[in-house]
């Protein structure tokens, strides 16, 4: 998998904790919801979440979870359980429960307020280890993965993020984004699902909001744009092939499109009825349409004036 290393920042606001983000390293996790593309789950069809969340059963769930992992690390770990989340890590306990608190459950109530009204009816487990050392040790021993990816990975199966915090935390709110929209929109297309998560890696978290901002892949779509090779926005969001050979560019034509909805006001809106109206050929396409009360190349001829506007310093 190719994958840049470029520092970014995310700031999260709340509580005025502010917190160095990384980003992600592009494709290294499918999320669960890649493998459910074909699926023509509607939200209509899922079962109605319980009244009061988290569920009794999800709180037992959550410690015997936390007590299960800790059993299997050693003394350095602590565990901050606030379900359905468990967040263990090796750094000082009031360091793990800042970045819970602010890179995890702020971002997850950001998200739950403005897009999905469905929560996890899961455990999800988030691994953080203070540097590479740890990180690629345990790695090993709990999973038995000898090269992990430089930045940390998500474990579908297991709902396990398992992250290498010192590189920062863009991946896991990247990563988080995949964890929490599947419980909300199980058969979230590919383009979108990477498109949102991208645009949380470089971030400001408000407790009603996650506000994206511009970050390192944009230099690569100005370029691509400039020299005339950016695909057309109707193969990107209709195709089946986001992971293809042009990944790295369908991640940041996706995740600007996506800001580009955010910025005129529209991600919301447009989140909503795409994750209501998802099925038959060409629903992406006329989703956007709606959405925008414009045909698609209208739309993505504005899209792309804004894009070229857009300026991005290494820092
Ligand atoms: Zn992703």
Redesign the pocket.
């Known amino acids: 998998m190719r994958r840049r290393v470029d520092p970014i920042r995310c700031a999260a606001f709340l509580a005025a904790a502010v917190f160095g983000f990384a980003f992600?390293a592009a494709g290294r996790?499918r999320?669960t919801a890649a493998t459910s593309r074909t699926a023509t789950t509607t939200t209509a069809t899922l079962p109605s979440q319980p009244a009061t969340y988290p569920s009794k059963r999800l709180i037992r769930a959550a410690d015997d979870t936390a007590k299960a992992m800790l059993a299997r690390l050693d003394s350095n770990f602590h565990a901050v359980v606030r379900p359905p989340f468990v967040v263990i890590s090796n750094m000082p306990a009031r360091r793990v429960r800042e970045m819970a608190r602010g890179s995890v459950i702020a971002p997850a109530r950001a998200m739950w307020k403005r897009y999905f009204r469905r929560k996890p009816t899961h455990v999800i487990t988030v691994l953080l280890f203070r540097d590479a050392k740890t990180y690629r040790h345990w790695a090993k021993k709990l999973y038995n993965n000898k090269k992990p990816p430089h930045f940390g990975y998500y474990r579908p199966n297991d709902r396990t993020m398992v992250m290498n915090i010192a590189t920062g935390t863009g991946t896991l709110v990247?990563?988080l984004t995949?964890a929490l929209i599947v419980y909300d929109f199980p058969a979230v297309p590919l383009w979108f699902?990477?498109g949102l998560?991208?645009l949380h890696e470089q971030c400001r978290v408000l407790p009603d909001r996650i506000i994206g901002l511009v970050n390192w892949r944009l230099p690569a779509l100005k370029k691509a744009i400039r020299d005339r090779r950016l695909r057309p926005l109707r193969e990107l969001i209709t195709r089946d092939d986001f992971y293809g050979p042009q990944r790295g560019l369908n991640y940041a034509q996706a995740r600007y499109f996506v800001m580009y909805m955010q910025e005129r006001r529209l991600l919301q809106k447009f989140y909503r009825y795409y994750r209501d109206h998802h099925d038959g050929k060409d629903a992406s396409v006329k989703a956007v349409e709606k959405i925008f009360g414009a045909n698609l190349e209208k739309v993505e001829s504005d899209y792309l004036k804004w894009v070229m506007a857009l300026n991005w310093r290494s820092r």
Do not use: G, K, R, V
């Open positions: 992600d996790s999320p990247h990563e995949h699902n990477e998560a991208s």
